[in-house]
Antibody
């Protein structure tokens, strides 16, 4: 069965960086992409960006451009999200989700989420 | 970017009744519109994609409709397990955007 399992909760100081991992299984990794979405406490969903595993093409929301980097490792079928220059506003739950760029079905499988807390 | 606006913010419906949730886009797009259900402490779950296609395993009481700028999620015969926040999501035009959510409560 399709699974996306994310790395554990993180606590960081302002100005630091964080790397969140998303280990996938149960499907052909390079036939799909991975989207990253975050959710601040008590708030809605916010799109951060997507990556095509096959081509390596990345698409970043303007708000995060220059501060986020999405990568994938096909040898371990894992996607990674690096976020730099953290502030308290980055405190949120971060989700990875599978995306099918070819068949336009939205994000059909999601990771369980990784809680990032940024505090001094 | 396309702004997605959901209404109402909170909806109270009696068990067994119908719930109708709306999502309006700031500009028209092709029907690359999804609906997600999110329960407390859980990741979102895909319910509808392509504006009207139910995802695998989604009960038939959930249906999606609409086109252009107006989209609707309908839940027939509300069950207690349907209590959640529902989000619309357009993935037609980069960047993807989400509505702010509708919280569905039991009356």
């Amino acid at each position: 069965q399709v699974q996306l399992v994310q790395s554990g909760a993180e606590m960081k100081r302002p100005g630091a960086s964080v790397k969140v991992s998303c280990k996938t299984s149960g499907y052909t990794f390079n036939r799909y992409g991975v989207t990253w979405v975050r959710q601040a406490p008590g708030q809605g969903l916010e799109y951060m960006g997507s990556i095509s595993v096959y081509s390596g093409d990345t698409y970043y929301a303007q708000k995060f451009q220059g501060r986020v980097t999405l990568t994938t490792d096909t040898s371990t079928t894992t996607a990674h999200m690096d976020l730099r220059s953290l502030t308290s506003d980055d405190t949120a739950m971060y989700y990875c989700a599978r995306v099918d760029f070819s068949n336009s079905i939205g994000n059909d499988y999601w990771g369980q989420g990784t809680l990032l807390t940024v505090s001094s | 970017e396309i702004v997605m606006t959901q209404s109402p913010a909170t909806l109270s419906v009696s068990p067994g009744e119908r719930a109708t949730l709306s999502c309006r886009a700031s500009q028209s797009f092709n029907n690359n519109l999804a609906w997600y259900q999110q329960k407390p402490g859980q990741a979102p779950r895909l319910l509808i994609y392509g504006a009207s296609t139910r995802a695998t395993g989604v009960p038939v009481r959930f249906s999606g409709s609409g086109s252009g700028t107006e989209f609707t999620l309908t839940i027939d015969s509300l069950q207690s397990e349907d209590i959640a926040v529902y989000y619309c999501h357009q993935y037609d035009s980069w960047p993807d955007t989400f509505g702010q959510g509708t919280k569905l409560e039991m009356k």
